[in-house]
């Protein structure tokens, strides 16, 4: 009797992993910069990149996408900066995967090519750090009114999976008795390669900054 031989498929998390590589490729081919920006709920995500879209796009094209569990909110709202936009309804799933932002991606680029794409990830601190999405850049945005002075330490892969760390509404940092340069230094022994920069979307200080620091990050100008 003749046996048969099954190959092992590729496990679950390396096929993923494989399409976000691919997302990648296809991104730098047609020089496209996408930056996955991650955060909890609350703490101005959505705010952040509306002003960084502001600042950058007189001379950039940008393009939004945004996760979501439901409603197209986020979306609805970068729209209303003419910047063509896409939101990924996860359902359940309290993080972005890349065969959905490739499925996004898709979509985006029947509007024409842009320079930048922001993917405003779920709002969570955990799981979206284990899936790469192809973007070039994790942003991590942390607000000083959750959490505390003890946040960065509590999500050490949150803030070692990041590349840029905002500190978001310095404005109030005084009334949750935040110590924003304490902060700054916490951040960068846990992480000495990661950029961090307070600002604050509201009053719009250290936005400039920010997005200075971001096209430093993503090699242009
Ligand atoms: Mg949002
Ligand atoms: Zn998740």
Redesign the pocket.
Known sequence: MSVKVLQAKISVLEAHDRIAQRVRQTLNEMNIKMIDVLGGPGAGKTSIIKQLVTRLKDKFKIAYIGGDLATAKDAEELSKLNVPSIQINTGT???LEAPWVEDALKELLKEGKPDIIFVEN?G?L???F??DIGAHVRMLIFSVDSGGKEKFEKYPIAVLRSSIIVINKIDVANIFDINVEELIQTGKKMNPKAEIVAVSAKTGEGIDKLADILLKHLRIK
């Open positions: 799933e309290c993080h779920v969570n955990i799981c979206p284990e899936f």
